[in-house]
């Protein structure tokens, strides 16, 4: 341990943190205006040249903003709630390689901040506590609404994190490690010299259930529960006011960030694209890009569909995706040791055995969707 | 049996907010950018001259008559041959009206003998204090056209004498 490795740990973490924290205020704008345009609107463009100054508007609008605490609050759980809820949102993300090594002015310079060997376990664990923040931000209020937004949200959290578990299973399964980098140097290559070889080609499904499950982790349209407006006012975050608030909403656009991140690097082949093995430098910008890409598709899905019911989210959680979810693992398990023992075009099964158990669970939530009983309910 | 439709149906969804994304944004950009207003909206109110530039108003209160809101205050004087506002004996010198208590119904315009107060097209009536919200003679006037001279004229006498003007369908 010397002295310039630990100011390179610092240097990179201390970027990263700045990259998300930048990425979450400008992904308020993006979002802002994607929604606008989805809807025919033009959206915020009034501060700067295209609202590009409307983050830095906000924020100072938050700062100056009168933080109120209510008189039978738990203070001190009220205070802290907001730093629980933020600081997994930021340090999730820690174990994301956004680029392979890079050979800067002589010095060797590894693009990521921590390489565990259970890359895959820390961010499950880490994304179960930023739960504990939500359910205490609701419960320490003391108020109704957001009580009742703190319990949906751990109940929805804690039933999706199955899913999305399971999910990470098929791609560790398919890494063979649960490394980030093994995982992104296992999607490196490709099939027939055209289709690169991201697990989202092998497991569609599993990606599928991934973003599913993503969707209802960071409390995002239609899963946005927790926050329901029309019936929970603003759900946990009711009673918080000023910057709080500001750290509340930081923490879930940062974790649409982080999760964007991850699913890019389980999925989507992490910094993998053309011509990265010969230009180092290339491969953030992949990540970037792809990162941008699932955060548009976050904010599509969320001017598209409407909310969905609490009791029919939590079916579709557990009568729905996990045992999907279960049979992915097992069809893997399987695609896997047949291409090791038997033929390795014996890959295919897996894409192929993952389709036709989603298409059989898509038959049979339209079967139950059409019994009339079910939807007179 | 039904696996591909629910898919498509999503997917469908899906596309119509995509394809909206390239559609013309339907906002008005509203202070750079004004739509023009309908033919019979009622908006602030004008009080119009004659193409000679004399006023139409001759002060006769009837549109202060009929306002149910009772905006309208008029005070008239009367016209000289060597200071003539208006045609006929009286002219209106002091007008007023209350943006606050107007409701824009447009009797005032249905009452006037000569037509001279119309309900225009400005709708941008504010103001931050309430004495602002009396509007005199000289915001509601409209300018002396091209071919008019500004009042009080000096006319020659014996021309002006009928205050309500001929009129070819009344």
Not at chain 1, 190 to 217: N, R
Not at chain 1, 363 to 377: E, G, S
Not at chain 2, 2 to 28: N, Q
Not at chain 2, 81 to 88: F, K, L, T, V, W
Request: include cysteine.
């Amino acid at each position: 341990m010397n002295f310039l490795l630990v100011v390179e740990w610092l240097v990179k973490g201390f970027v990263w943190a700045l990259v998300l924290l930048g990425g979450f205020a400008y992904l308020t704008l993006f979002e802002r205006k994607v929604l606008a345009r989805m809807q025919s609107r033009i959206g915020p463009n009034r501060a700067g040249p295209w609202g590009i100054l409307q983050p830095i508007a906000d924020a100072v609008k938050l700062i100056f903003k009168e933080e109120l605490t209510p008189a039978n609050a738990d203070k001190l759980i009220f205070t802290l709630a907001p730093v629980i809820t933020v600081v997994p949102a930021i340090i999730i993300t820690a174990v994301v390689p956004w680029g392979p090594s890079l050979d800067l002015f002589g010095y060797h310079l590894n693009l990521y901040i921590a390489d565990i060997n259970v890359g895959v376990l820390y961010i499950m664990s880490i994304a179960s506590i930023a739960v504990y923040g939500i359910v205490l931000s609701g419960w320490s209020s003391n108020n109704k609404y957001a009580m009742m937004g703190g319990l949906r949200s751990t109940a929805q959290m804690i039933s999706y994190e199955i899913a999305l578990g399971l999910s990470f299973v098929s791609a560790i399964l398919l890494a063979g490690s649960m490394r980030m980098l093994d995982i992104v140097a296992a999607q490196g290559g490709y099939w027939f010299h055209i289709i690169p070889k991201w697990f989202v080609v092998l497991q569609p499904v599993g990606t599928a259930i991934f973003l599913i499950a993503t969707l209802a982790e960071v409390n995002r349209a239609p899963f946005d529960m927790p926050e329901a407006e029309q019936e929970l006012t603003a759900g946990y975050h009711t009673e918080y006011s000023g910057m709080k608030f500001a750290l509340l909403f930081m923490a879930e656009y940062t974790k649409m960030i982080a999760i964007s991140a991850i699913g890019a690097t389980l999925f989507f082949g992490g910094f993998n694209g053309p011509f990265v093995d010969r230009f180092p430098w290339l491969g953030p910008v992949y990540i970037f890009v792809k990162i941008i890409i699932l955060l548009f598709g976050m904010i599509w899905v969320r001017a598209t569909f409407p909310r969905i019911r609490y009791d029919r989210l939590m079916a579709f959680g557990w009568k729905v995706l996990l045992p999907l979810s279960l049979a992915l693992v097992f069809i893997t398990a399987v695609g896997i040791i047949l291409a090791q023992q038997v033929n390795s075009r014996l890959i295919a099964v897996i894409p192929l055995a993952s389709l036709l158990v989603a298409g059989v669970a898509v038959a049979m939530i339209d079967r139950t969707l059409r019994r009339k009983d079910y939807a007179r309910r | 049996m039904r696996v591909v439709e629910p898919v498509v149906e999503l997917a469908r969804g899906l596309w119509t907010t995509l394809r909206m994304m390239f559609d013309k944004p339907v906002t008005v950009q509203y202070p750079e950018e004004k739509k023009p207003v309908k033919a019979r909206f009622r908006g602030r109110h004008v009080l119009k001259r004659y193409d000679n530039g004399l006023e139409k108003c001759i002060g006769c209160a009837l549109c202060a008559a009929a306002c149910p809101a009772d905006a309208i205050f008029v005070e008239s004087s009367e016209n000289t041959d060597e200071e003539r506002y208006s045609p006929g004996d009286r002219y209106a010198s002091t007008y007023e009206i209350n943006m606050l208590r107007c409701i824009f119904c447009g009797f005032c315009e249905d009452a006037c003998p000569t037509e001279a107060i119309v309900l225009g097209d400005q709708y941008e009536l504010s103001f931050t204090d309430r004495r602002q919200s009396i509007y005199p003679k000289e915001m509601l006037i409209e300018p002396v056209p091209a071919s008019g001279k500004p009042t009080p004229q000096k006319t020659e006498p014996g021309v002006y004498t009928r205050s309500v003007p001929e009129m070819k369908d009344p």
